[in-house]
């Protein structure tokens, strides 16, 4: 009896311990899982096209509760939520809550652009002595790729990564040749990546099988006010350049570099954007506002920090870091009051500013251009950051 007793008493703590021990070890699991979703992506339905293509949606998040949401269609950011100097989070790119709306009436808000951002006089260029008509989508200019440029396609998850300092999402898109007017099959890979140092990276890649020209860039709008009813006359900048590239009444670069000094063009130190966004000057008039191209500083070094823009209601700063020759800097100015805010409004004339970094305008057409020619065996790559603070 006595020996049945301790038995009994035996399988007792037997069970118990492996409970306490399967307690423990549930415990652990769910340190690792919280430490593991520190920097962490949530995947969701965005829709499906009216082609019938289902889109995704990506949700970037790292410990210190930044959000960056990007959608397979288009490769587009449709948020950024950060902190102002107090803590508050807000979204700080300008976007829609709905897919139809990125299909319908989109002026870029938050797109990879491409083949070609930015703007192709006449929408012609030559390359080893063959001669290329491209669609036109901007008066007598190629702008961004044409009719159905990168901004307007549904592109492929490559892969999804998270760890304990970065999460990324690398998307694909195949631009078969002649797409738009563009000779070769050129394969792209975009590579975004949350850093828990609350740093975005753009990482872009691509290669052809025929020589091509390539120019991709980011085309978010940022308003790091995080209230889209007000414009961006209020937000400081700077930017790392001694000179902009000048264009004529469509836009297209005249061929000559012009000095920033002592004109409206000079953000060497910062100043606010609204100083002389309506200056008496031929190529403020030209652009309405800011819509040029600036020479970037040292170029000579690749990756550096080019650009800052300063919001001093909320203490939002963003820094940008780039490899590329140029970048365009355009302050809304053909934002019209008819786009419609999520929760409410529209967005005005100027509610956002866009650091689009890329080769100058009309490259292929400008010899004396830093080239955009990509060939079979090369690879095209560039690295843009956009990272936030407040203070």
Not at 22 to 42: L, Y
Not at 340 to 369: I, M
Request: proline fraction near 4%.
């Amino acid at each position: 009896m006595r020996l049945v007793k301790h038995t009994i008493l035996s399988i007792v703590s037997l069970i118990i311990l492996i409970a306490y021990l399967s307690c423990n070890e549930k415990e652990k699991n769910n340190v690792v899982t919280k430490k593991e979703s520190v920097m962490q992506i949530e995947k969701s339905s965005f829709g499906i096209t009216t082609n019938n293509e289902k889109v995704t949606q990506f949700k970037l998040r790292n410990k210190e509760g930044i959000d960056v949401t990007i959608i397979t269609y288009g490769g587009i950011i449709t948020e950024i939520i950060t902190p102002d100097s107090e803590g508050n989070m807000k979204n700080v790119t300008l976007g829609f809550d709905n897919l139809q709306q990125y299909e319908k009436e989109n002026p870029f808000f938050g797109a990879l652009v491409g083949r070609y951002g930015n703007r192709i006089a006449k929408g012609k260029f030559s390359l080893e002595g063959v001669d290329y008509t491209l669609a036109k989508n901007n008066g007598e200019n190629s702008l961004h790729g044409g009719l159905m440029g990168f901004d307007k396609v549904v592109w492929e998850v490559e892969e999804v990564k998270e760890s304990d300092s970065f999460v990324s999402l690398t998307l694909s898109y195949l631009s078969k040749d002649m797409e738009e007017g563009f000779p070769g099959n050129l394969k792209i890979t975009v590579t975004y990546t949350l850093n828990k140092d609350n740093s975005l990276d753009v990482l872009y890649e691509a290669t052809t099988d025929k020589t091509t020209i390539v120019n991709l860039t980011q085309h978010s709008y940022f308003n790091l006010s995080g209230n889209f009813s007000e414009l961006i006359l209020d937000h400081e900048v700077e930017i790392d350049a001694d000179k902009f590239v000048p264009v004529d009444p469509a836009l297209i670069p005249i061929g000559d570099l012009a000095s920033v000094e002592n004109s409206p063009f000079d953000f060497r130190k910062m100043r606010f954007i609204g100083d002389a966004i309506n200056a008496d000057n031929e190529q403020i008039k030209l652009g309405a506002g800011y819509d040029h191209c600036w020479v970037l500083n040292s170029q000579e070094k690749g990756y550096r920090s080019v650009a800052k823009a300063y919001h001093a209601g909320s203490g939002r700063l963003m820094e940008v870091l780039t490899d590329q020759p140029g970048m365009q800097l355009y302050t809304g100015n053909f934002l019209d009051g008819t786009l419609p805010v999520p929760g409410g409004g529209t967005y005005a004339k100027r509610s956002g500013l866009c650091f689009e970094t890329q080769h100058y305008p009309d490259s292929p057409n400008q010899p004396q251009f830093p080239s955009t020619i990509l060939k079979p065996g090369e690879k095209y790559i560039t690295k843009t950051t956009f990272k936030f603070s407040a203070k």
